[in-house]
């Protein structure tokens, strides 16, 4: 599809000033060849005008316009010549380099200083004279130099617009790890909000079901007890959690996080809210009578995991006995945690299965391996098994 050349502002500016100036020259009768021409002095007038054309398309058809501009510099000699007409044509020259296509931007440089050795040696072997070698000087500064400028100027461009993409890739890549970085930040905030929360309202959830269901003065009041001592420690653990996302909190302690020696108090808890429910849980440690410290990241990941599987065996585990078991292996944490696993009398609470999800991010964070899903018990009966395998860092664990 074929579109209008339209000249620049900068192209219009060039042109007009360089044929107002050259029509100055010819009515003062400045000329560069003086009256060795045999034509008469308003032909200069024709190269000058069709020089000034050239330059009208300098950057809208730098390749036309060298060709056009070429064309008016030699016709320009054979007249009494203008000193505008070879002014313009080395702003031609200049932008068929910086505008033109790469390949001549290589080529015109190389061809230029050809000229330029071939014209100084073939004036200077025809007068035989040094003076020839101006000739040659002229032919270079009209020619080569400012196709050699204009090869600088393009190579500056392109270094600064090769500097500028790379500080908006960069710009661009810091704002993806930014955005990365807050997807991250929310998915673990959602995670410890989760595990903080869910086991205290699944409890207050299924024990307000209870006392609204049996209409028995001591079995509310039981529930309702339950229901305060959970509901005052969801409320003392989301207080935590905002104490750690509030900015310029300097002067309060950090939080500590949860380790496994806290889990008799989350067994004893979980024994409270799921009394109703008809589960028993327990522990059991098989790492030793002292256990070793372990990272904190490590402490918190299996906490949080087997809290998670104790809240979902109160929502949704058969009556039974529900046990949590702690192993360690060379470099692994074994968190293991059974309930029995069927259809559950009384009241359930609703799932919205992020636990799962949840636990399966923390393990995979620390590079571990989780399983969960129902198994064959013994007998007939059926066990929900939840089952994460986390590595050791020898390198990080304290003395």
Not at 84 to 94: K, P, Q
Not at 273 to 292: K, Q, Y
Request: neutral net charge.
């Amino acid at each position: 599809m074929l579109t209008s050349i339209r000249p620049d502002r900068d192209a219009v500016a060039l042109a007009v000033s360089g044929l107002l100036g050259g029509l100055v020259l010819w009515w003062l009768g400045l000329h560069t060849q003086g009256g060795r021409s045999p034509l008469a002095p308003w032909v200069t007038l024709v190269p000058l005008t069709a020089m000034a054309g050239a330059v009208l398309l300098r950057r809208a058809a730098p390749r036309t316009a060298l060709a056009a501009g070429t064309l008016a510099l030699v016709a320009d000699q054979f007249t009494w010549g203008s000193l505008a007409t070879v002014l313009m044509f080395t702003d031609v020259m200049y932008a068929a380099v910086l505008y033109g296509p790469p390949a001549a931007a290589r080529r015109l440089p190389v061809a230029t200083l050809l000229i330029t050795v071939a014209s100084t040696i073939g004036f200077l072997a025809w007068f035989r004279e040094p003076e020839a070698l101006l000739i040659g000087l002229l032919v270079g500064l009209v020619s080569f130099v400012p196709a050699l400028t204009g090869v600088s100027v393009r190579s500056h461009r392109a270094a600064a617009d090769s500097a500028r993409l790379a500080a908006a890739q960069t710009a661009r890549l810091a704002e993806m790890d930014r955005t990365q970085a807050v997807a991250a930040e929310r998915a673990r905030m959602a995670r410890e909000l989760h595990d903080m929360v869910a086991n205290h309202l699944s409890a207050v959830a299924i024990h307000s079901t209870a006392a609204l269901s049996i209409d028995d003065p001591e079995t509310s009041r039981s529930a309702l007890k339950v229901i305060r001592e959970n509901s005052v420690e969801g409320l003392a653990e989301m207080r935590r959690l905002i104490g750690l996302l509030r900015a310029g909190g300097e002067d309060e302690p950090p939080a500590a996080a949860p380790t496994l020696a806290a889990l008799d108090t989350l067994i004893r808890q979980t024994n409270v809210n799921g009394a109703s429910a008809g589960l028993v849980c327990t522990l059991e440690d098989d790492r030793g009578p002292e256990p070793p410290a372990l990272p904190t990241p490590v402490e918190l990941a299996a906490y949080r995991i087997a809290q998670e599987s104790l809240t979902n065996a109160l929502k949704h585990a058969a009556p039974g006995s529900v046990v949590v078991r702690l192993g360690r292996a060379g470099e692994l944490l074994t968190v293991e945690v059974t309930s029995a696993y069927g259809e559950r009398p009384g009241p359930t609470a609703p799932g919205s299965g992020a636990g799962i999800v949840g636990m399966r991010e923390r393990v995979a964070l620390l590079g571990g391996t989780f399983e969960a899903g129902a198994e064959q018990g013994g007998g007939d009966a059926k066990v929900w098994r939840v089952r994460a395998e986390l590595p050791l860092d020898e390198r990080e664990m304290r003395e």
